[in-house]
Each structure stands twice: as structure tokens, then as C-alpha cells.
């Protein structure tokens, strides 16, 4: 019976401490990048929690509408990084600290390679 209202203490807790994260990949133009990889990496959190059965990290690749989501992940900060064929690549540490955030990346074309050999 104790455990049972640990339980019910400590759960709605743990629930509060994780985010579902969408992230919109885009171009410039505002238009979606599809098949895009994304690596998602939990650095730091906020709760006094130990997340130990919670996944901290993710690969995935965006749908033809430049989306990729993550169902839960601890709250703190995380990094994002993001790789595209014909674009830079993107990498950003976010802050996420509600129930539910989407973070949009726009990707830039790549930048003109120099060299100091003529």
C-alpha cells in the first residue's frame, strides 16, 4: 500500500519533468527539407529526478512535411543536430521546459569552399 502512494506522489512529477518535442526543418524559402537526419541529445536537466528508464538520445529522419518528433524526452537542455543533403549542417543546444515544444531549424545552403592553395 506505501508503494502505492509513493507511486502516485512521484509519477505526476515525472510526467511533468518531459517534453514531447517536434522539431520543423526548412529552408530558407520557408519550404520543408524531408529525409533529413536528425540527432536529438538529452545534456541537462532540471528535475531533481534521476531519469534512468527515459531515453536521452534519438536518430531519426524528417517526413516529405520536414517534421520529426520525439515523444518524450526529459526536460533541460538538449542539443539538436541536424544533416541534409545540399544544406549546412545545423547544431544548436535548446532550452525545452513545456509539455509540448516544436523548434524550428532553417538550413542554409552550403558556403562556397576557399582554399590558400592557387
Given at each position: 500500500m506505501r508503494l502505492f502512494l509513493i507511486l502516485l506522489l512521484v509519477l505526476p512529477l515525472a510526467a511533468a519533468d518531459v517534453t514531447k518535442?517536434?522539431?520543423?526543418?526548412?529552408?530558407?524559402?520557408?519550404?520543408?527539407?524531408g529525409q533529413a537526419s536528425v540527432i536529438v541529445k538529452f545534456v541537462q536537466g532540471r528535475s531533481?529526478?534521476?531519469f534512468t528508464k527515459i531515453r536521452k538520445a534519438w536518430e531519426l529522419k524528417t517526413t516529405q512535411e520536414g517534421t520529426a518528433r520525439i515523444p518524450a524526452i526529459p526536460?533541460?537542455?538538449?542539443?539538436?543536430?541536424?544533416i541534409a543533403r545540399n544544406y549546412?549542417?545545423?547544431?544548436?543546444?535548446?532550452d525545452v521546459d513545456e509539455e509540448e515544444q516544436t523548434i524550428e531549424v532553417k538550413?542554409?545552403?552550403?558556403?562556397?569552399?576557399?582554399?590558400?592553395?592557387?
Open positions: 518535442l517536434q522539431i520543423q526543418v526548412t529552408n530558407q524559402d520557408g519550404k520543408p527539407v531533481k529526478i534521476k526536460q533541460g537542455k538538449i542539443l539538436i543536430q541536424v549546412q549542417t545545423f547544431g544548436q543546444t535548446f538550413l542554409k545552403p552550403p558556403q562556397p569552399q576557399y582554399t590558400a592553395h592557387e
